[in-house]
């Protein structure tokens, strides 16, 4: 099994380059999913998130309302750096049970050639790197990805906010290494992503042609 983690900021790209990747056979695994299913009401993560931001943040289930949690975790970088302090060490544990082969002989589970794992906190993420073969950035210039994100209904200051919490596009691309350039915005990310798996014979020559 090779694993691959596909970083990118706001509007990059990354998740389309996930997708397209899953569609081609990969075990797609989005970690702001993961991170969604982990909010368990009543769980010790979620009590120690609405400590730290408030019990606004609580759903009506006694979940976590993400949106509410959103909107103050992204609010400054330190609030991003304090709910990812509380949530990735609960995360990088549920993320290896997935990578890692089991320690048990007696288990048997599936194996897929290529497994992706889209990163949306790059720059908070880098203790678990060493769980992934390669790292891929997917990278557009910052005025590129405000204009994409409002063209898809985001608020213009919602994205400015975010993007503040982001690295830069030279320090995400520092992290990687391989960096894929979607500035275009067209299917040239298709062809970057099939040249990839071409490279590392995770696909079949005739199968990059199709």
């Given at each position: 099994m090779y694993s691959a983690f596909v970083i990118g900021n706001i509007a990059s790209g990354k998740s389309c380059a996930?997708?397209?990747l899953e569609q081609r056979g990969a075990l797609r695994i989005d970690l702001d999913a993961m991170a969604k299913d982990l909010y368990v009401p009543?769980?010790?993560l979620v009590l120690n998130i609405a400590e730290r931001f408030g019990y606004d943040v609580l759903a009506p289930d006694g979940g976590i309302d993400t949106r509410e949690l959103a909107r103050v975790a992204f609010a400054t970088p330190e609030d991003s750096a304090?709910?990812?302090a509380l949530?990735?060490?609960v995360l990088i544990e549920q993320l290896s049970l997935r990578l890692l082969p089991p320690l048990c002989c007696t288990v048997t589970a599936p194996d897929p050639e290529l497994v992706v794992v889209e990163v949306s906190v790059a720059s908070a993420f880098t203790d678990a790197f060493g769980l992934?073969?390669?790292i891929i950035a997917i990278t557009a210039p910052l005025d590129?990805?405000?204009e994409r994100a409002i063209e898809r209904g985001m608020d213009g200051l919602a994205f400015d906010e975010r993007a503040s919490c982001q690295p830069s596009e030279e320090e995400l691309c520092a992290l990687a290494q391989v960096v894929i350039d979607n500035t275009a915005g067209d299917d040239s990310l298709f062809s970057s992503l099939d040249q990839w798996l071409a490279d590392r014979h995770l696909l079949s020559a005739q199968e990059v042609t199709q």
């Open positions: 996930t997708r397209y009543g769980s010790q304090d709910l990812n949530v990735h060490p992934a073969d390669e590129v990805r405000r």
